[in-house]
């Protein structure tokens, strides 16, 4: 982009510079800026003014005197001026150069913006989308987080309800096993108890029936007595039926309880186990479903990283001119 043309010329600063030497003072950027009545800028002031030193140091001159006497100061004038004039013509000439170099060089600079401004265009809207994308992404990250927690509160609550249910099967199992053996015990108890009282009830037959041996010795004399005795051993023979009978019911019924409750507790088990092996299943699917959403926030915490890479090297890369 040019520049505003200075309201001087470099004759006008090497003028200024060497009435300020003849008059034994150093010709510096503010002291000229000051002669020019503070017209252009100081940076333009200093180029012309580093123009000068650099002309006279080319002339073999080291260094700047401190005065130039007053007969010099024309000559010197003079000869700065012819130096101005050749130096003004080869700049004319540079200057052309230069400036048909520069508008070339400012109608490639300015097709390149074009193409560049384009770019960036692109470039930013794309940017604009990535950024959008990362943070849809990062939202996302956040609920599959967020479910993954819940997820494994489930996890540990369902683990929890496995162990107190495998506490309570072991429990009813040895309930179980421990009414088994009672049942066991009460049938075998029952049964002893049925050979006991079988046992007696053939003794008090053969009891009976060797008394009734006895009195049919002395029916001939006894009848009428045999007759009560036989009445009351077949009375004693029916009670002892009708006891056995009612033993035996009263052995069956507590049997068949027994077996009941034995049935229950196991229908009880059987349940038990079948909740189990559903929490099981549904610990197995909340698992698989654990690892998937952590392999799934692992992929997507890569892509944000890749996508973050690919931020800051289009960054660095695509920087846009400065005019």
């Known amino acids: 982009m040019a520049g505003r043309p200075a309201s001087f010329s470099p004759n006008d600063v090497a003028r200024i510079a060497t009435r300020l030497i003849g008059q034994g003072k150093n010709p510096t950027v503010d002291s000229v800026h000051e002669q020019l009545g503070r017209r252009g800028s100081r940076t333009t002031v200093n180029n012309y003014l580093k123009a000068f030193r650099d002309e006279f140091k080319e002339r073999g001159l080291t260094a700047l005197p401190s005065a130039i006497p007053e007969p010099l100061i024309p ?131 053969d009891d009976a029936r060797k008394q009734l041996s006895e009195d049919n010795e002395k029916n001939a004399r006894l009848a009428d007595h045999w007759m009560l005795q036989l009445d009351d051993a077949r009375q004693q023979v029916r009670e002892l039926k009708e006891r056995h009978q009612e033993d035996k019911q009263r052995w069956e019924a507590d049997i068949k309880l027994e077996r009941a409750r034995a049935d229950r507790l196991a229908g009880t088990v059987s349940n038990y186990e079948q909740r189990i092996e559903e929490r099981e299943k549904e610990v197995e699917i909340l698992n698989a479903r654990l690892v998937e959403m952590e392999q799934l926030n692992s992929s997507q915490a890569q892509t944000i990283t890749s996508l973050e890479h690919l931020i800051a090297d289009w960054d660095v890369d695509n920087k846009p001119f400065k005019s």
Request: charged residues 40%; proline residues 0%.
């Open 75 to 205: 000559i010197i004038e003079d000869f700065w001026a012819h130096a101005l004039v050749k130096a003004g013509e080869r700049y004319d000439e540079e200057r052309q150069s230069v400036e048909q170099e520069r508008q070339a060089e400012q109608e490639a600079y300015n097709a390149v913006h074009s193409e560049q401004i384009g770019i960036i265009d692109e470039q930013a809207a794309l940017l604009q989308d990535r950024e959008q994308f990362i943070s849809e992404q990062a939202r996302t990250v956040s609920e599959l987080e967020q479910q993954v927690r819940t997820l494994k509160s489930l996890l540990s609550g369902y683990e929890e309800t496995i162990l107190d249910l495998k506490r309570d099967k072991s429990r009813l199992s040895d309930q179980l096993d421990e009414e088994r053996q009672e049942s066991h015990r009460r049938f075998d108890q029952a049964k002893e108890d049925w050979y006991r009282e079988r046992a007696t009830l053939r003794q008090s037959v």
